[in-house]
C-alpha cells in the first residue's frame, strides 16, 4: 500500500513520539510519587499570550520606545525552564532569553520596544516565541512550545521650526517691509505646512492694521518622508497715507498655531513705521530728518505759531507803512 504521509510529517511524528517515552521512562516513577492538582498536564505544556498592540512615538524629543508584556502559562505538574524568542524584522526588541516557570503557575515578562527617528509611520509585528527545554530537570526540547504576535504602531509626526532672518526698523509710511525665513522640518510621513505673517501692535492688538498690505509670495513647504528645509520670503507695504505712527512687531506662525498677545521677545521683525515727511523745497518738517528732530510730534504746533508770527508781523509792516503815508 502507498504511504500517504509525506516522510517529513512521519519524522516529526516519531521524534515527538520518541521524546515523549523517553520523558516518561525517566519522571515516571517520580510522577507518580508527585499528585497532579486539578487541570494539571503530566506532559510538559507552555501557553504565551501578549498584549495585542502597543503605539511608539518617534517625534523628536520622545523617547521612540514602548513597554509591553507577555503572559507565559505553565500547565503541566513539573517546574518548567522556558526559553524565549523575541524578533522584529524592523524594529529594536529586548526582554529576557529564558525564564523558570514552576508547576501551574503563570508569569508575566517585559518586553521594550524601540525604533529609530526616521522611522516610517505604519504598523509592524513582533514575534514572542517560546520553547519547555526542560521539565523537571530533564532535557526536553522541541516537546513543548507556543508563539504569539504584537502589532506596533508607529505614530505619525510632523514638526517644524523657522527662524526669523534680519530686518525692520524704523521706516517711513509708504515704505516697503521686508524679510525672510528659513525653514526646518523632520517627519515620518508626506506632508505640507504653510506659514503666514501676523503683526502685533505694542498695545497687544492682533488685528491686521488698515492700510498695511502684505504682498507676499504664498509660504507653502512640501515636506517629504524623512523631512526637508525651505526658504521664503515677506513683503509688506507700509500705508502712504499714514495719520500716525505705527509701532510693533511681525511674527511669522506656522498654519494652525495661536497669535501670541504681545510681542515675543525674540525671532520677529520689530518695526516703527512714521508718518510721511511734509517738505518745503529740500526741507523736511516732519519724519525722521526733520529739522524738528526729536520734537517732531510739536511740529504742527511749531508750524502754526511761526505762521502767525509771519502774519502778525505782515500785518504790523503793513499798518506802519500806512501811518506813514498819511504822515
Not at 513582533?126 to 532535557?139: C, H
Not at 515636506?223 to 511681525?250: K, M, R, V, Y
Request: glycine fraction near 8%; aromatic fraction near 4%.
Amino acid at each position: 500500500m502507498e504511504n500517504i504521509y509525506p516522510s517529513e510529517v512521519s519524522a516529526r511524528v516519531v521524534s515527538r513520539t520518541t521524546l515523549v517515552l523517553v520523558f516518561m521512562l525517566l519522571v515516571g516513577p517520580f510522577g507518580v510519587l508527585v499528585p497532579a492538582a486539578s487541570g494539571q498536564q503530566i506532559l510538559p505544556d507552555i501557553t504565551i499570550e501578549c498584549v495585542d498592540s502597543v503605539d511608539i512615538d518617534v517625534s523628536p524629543g520622545s523617547s521612540r520606545t514602548a513597554m509591553t508584556s507577555c503572559e507565559l502559562e505553565n500547565n503541566s505538574m513539573w517546574s518548567e525552564e522556558v526559553s524565549l524568542d523575541i524578533d522584529s524584522e524592523d524594529l529594536d526588541t529586548a526582554g529576557p532569553e529564558s525564564v523558570t516557570i514552576a508547576a501551574g503557575e503563570t508569569l508575566t515578562i517585559s518586553i521594550v520596544v524601540s525604533a529609530n527617528q526616521d522611522q516610517e509611520a505604519g504598523d509592524y509585528l513582533v514575534n514572542v516565541s517560546a520553547e519547555v527545554t526542560s521539565a523537571g530537570g530533564v532535557p526536553i526540547p522541541g516537546m513543548a512550545s507556543d508563539a504569539d504576535e504584537i502589532g506596533v504602531t508607529i505614530a505619525e509626526f510632523t514638526t517644524c521650526d523657522h527662524t526669523v532672518g534680519q530686518g525692520g526698523g524704523t521706516l517711513d509710511a509708504g515704505q516697503i517691509i521686508s524679510f525672510s525665513i528659513s525653514i526646518s522640518c523632520n517627519s515620518n510621513i508626506d506632508s505640507t505646512t504653510k506659514y503666514n505673517a501676523r503683526m502685533i501692535d505694542k498695545s497687544g492688538s492682533t488685528a491686521w492694521p488698515s492700510g498695511f498690505d502684505d504682498q507676499s509670495p504664498q509660504c507653502d513647504v512640501l515636506i517629504p518622508d524623512g523631512g526637508t528645509s525651505a526658504n521664503c520670503q515677506f513683503q509688506i507695504l507700509t500705508p502712504s497715507n499714514l495719520d500716525s505712527a505705527w509701532e510693533g512687531c511681525i511674527i511669522v506662525l506656522e498654519d494652525g498655531d495661536s497669535v501670541p498677545m504681545s510681542c515675543p521677545s525674540s525671532n520677529v521683525v520689530n518695526i516703527k513705521v512714521e508718518p510721511k515727511s511734509i517738505g518745503i523745497g529740500v526741507i523736511d518738517l516732519t519724519g525722521n530728518d526733520s529739522i524738528f528732530g526729536e520734537y517732531v510730534d510739536e511740529a504742527p504746533i511749531i508750524i502754526g505759531g511761526v505762521v502767525v508770527v509771519l502774519v502778525l508781523t505782515i500785518v504790523t509792516v503793513m499798518i506802519r507803512r500806512r501811518r506813514s503815508f498819511e504822515d
